[in-house]
């Protein structure tokens, strides 16, 4: 291990100085041969992790020393994946200025320079956690307990982490959502499969909070981009990160307008606790310029072609279908909606709104497997989506024209579809069947 990559790693993220001398010490009296590389292996971190405290000094020892030094020498050979997946270096200081930020943390709260999070920062070497502006993603498999709809336990998922000095303001947070649809949209960063949603599990997303902060509160501002499907009123983890830790009610600090609202709260015979919600927030945008967002182009498209039959059978939607559906219609959006910085990535419609609408959602389905579907909502056709392994096959212009046949034969007109600029095969097979674009717009 190179104590010299090591301490220069810490100049770099601008580690304290009174902690340079007692890391270098710990660094130079390390045991030989601690399996340091397997902490920057996604699937091998945290248990790595395990064995190598097995073989240090107990953190209160060294206030943590040794811990830090085998997370720097970790960081260094992280960053050197960093660079092969030509990730930015921007990215990589702001994702390890947590090892700054946890000691001065920690500084503030006891007094002493001492490291006590390298339960922690495994996520971090293991390239599973990264800081894209304000916010911390972690990319990781949802964990067993209270689900959102549609997100099954071992699901992957964007775990969002909210850093001491995070900064809540509108721009920074869209800011913060773009940059994680970007980043990981790329394969190579999610060995569990694509990311199904962002998920958040906070005392920031409490309910109580709500009643106790000004409408143009930051934390406010971020938990309404949160649709809450668990509440915990038991957990108490936001007394470490709103008090400095567990106190009796009567010393309880009032030293913020937020510690002086909660403990009265508290003092009211109220709860506060913890809630988990998943990110819903439909119009993420990145400023660009004067603050404009990304824009989009949509057509409204109009039918202007002759009389169509179509002999192709399908059938209602049905609640079985809804896993199947799902998989297929999200699949088929989520190339354009990462492009098009949309979010939720993951944009089907709930059980209970496709229960909703399945007689006007129809189903192809080919030896008991669903190959295709179409939505037909009063005159508009929509929601046309066919399994990525069937396409290029023709089923797309059979559901299409199936659709233009339906609202025929009621005697519906104009028969219209909207279609984004952006997918182009989508707008050739309109085109090429009989439609013509009667209005663009930027939306």
């Given at each position: 291990m190179e104590d010299k990559e090591l301490l220069t790693l810490a100049g770099r993220l601008n580690l304290p100085e009174a902690v340079l001398a007692p890391l270098a010490a710990a660094a130079k009296a390390l045991p030989e041969g601690l399996p340091i590389k397997q902490l920057t292996e996604p699937e091998a971190a945290?248990?790595?992790?395990?064995?190598?405290?097995?073989?240090?000094?107990?953190?209160?020892?060294?206030?943590?020393?040794?811990?830090?030094?085998?997370?720097?020498?970790?960081?260094?050979?992280?960053?050197?994946?960093?660079?092969?997946?030509?990730?930015?270096?921007?990215?990589?200081?702001?994702?390890?200025?947590?090892?700054?930020?946890?000691?001065?943390?920690?500084?503030?709260?006891?007094?002493?320079?001492?490291?006590?999070?390298?339960?922690?920062?495994?996520?971090?070497?293991?390239?599973?956690?990264?800081?894209?502006?304000?916010?911390?993603?972690?990319?990781?498999?949802?964990?067993?307990?209270?689900?959102?709809?549609?997100?099954?336990?071992?699901?992957?998922?964007?775990?969002?982490?909210?850093?001491?000095?995070?900064?809540?303001?509108?721009?920074?947070?869209?800011?913060?959502?773009?940059?994680a649809l970007r980043f990981f949209s790329q394969e190579r960063r999610c060995p569990w499969g694509r990311p199904r949603a962002m998920v958040c599990s906070s005392w920031l997303l409490a309910p109580a909070l709500d009643g106790l902060l000004p409408e143009s509160s930051g934390i406010r501002r971020f938990a309404g981009d949160y649709r809450i499907y668990d509440v915990d009123e038991e957990d108490q983890e936001f007394y470490e990160w709103l008090f400095d830790g567990y106190k009796p009610l009567e010393e309880l600090p009032e030293h913020t307008s937020l510690q002086r609202a909660v403990k009265a709260h508290l003092a009211a015979g109220g709860r506060l606790g913890m809630a988990r919600g998943v990110l819903t927030h439909k119009a993420i945008t990145e400023n660009q310029g004067g603050g404009m967002g990304v824009k989009i182009a949509a057509h409204t498209m109009e039918y202007q072609g002759g009389r169509i039959v179509s002999h192709l059978q399908l059938r209602n939607y049905s609640a079985l279908d809804y896993k199947e559906y799902k998989r297929i219609y999200e699949e088929c959006f989520h190339d354009m909606r990462i492009a098009l910085q949309r979010f939720p990535i993951e944009c089907c419609g709930s059980r209970e709104e496709l229960e909703r609408k399945k007689e006007e959602i129809y189903i192809l389905e080919i030896d008991g497997k669903i190959i295709g579907s179409v939505a037909i909502y009063g005159n508009e056709i929509d929601d046309l989506v066919v399994e990525k392994s069937f396409q290029g096959m023709g089923y797309g212009t059979a559901l299409l024209r199936f659709a233009v046949s339906s609202l025929q034969s009621n005697h519906t007109s104009p028969?219209?579809?909207?279609?984004?600029?952006?997918?182009?095969?989508?707008?050739?097979?309109?085109?090429?069947?009989?439609?013509?674009?009667?209005?663009?717009?930027?939306?």
């Open positions: 945290a248990a790595d992790w395990k064995t190598i405290t097995a073989q240090l000094p107990v953190w209160q020892e060294d206030n943590g020393m040794a811990q830090l030094a085998v997370m720097l020498a970790a960081a260094c050979r992280t960053e050197e994946r960093y660079r092969r997946e030509d990730i930015p270096a921007e990215v990589f200081l702001s994702t390890m200025d947590c090892f700054r930020r946890f000691l001065e943390e920690t500084h503030a709260r006891t007094g002493q320079w001492a490291f006590d999070r390298g339960f922690w920062t495994w996520r971090q070497t293991g390239g599973l956690l990264f800081r894209l502006g304000t916010l911390e993603f972690e990319y990781r498999r949802m964990r067993p307990g209270p689900q959102p709809e549609g997100i099954e336990a071992e699901a992957p998922v964007l775990s969002v982490h909210i850093p001491s000095d995070a900064v809540l303001e509108r721009e920074k947070l869209d800011s913060s959502y773009n940059m028969i219209i579809l909207h279609v984004a600029d952006w997918n182009q095969s989508a707008l050739k097979i309109y085109l090429k069947n009989g439609f013509s674009i009667v209005k663009t717009e930027e939306i």
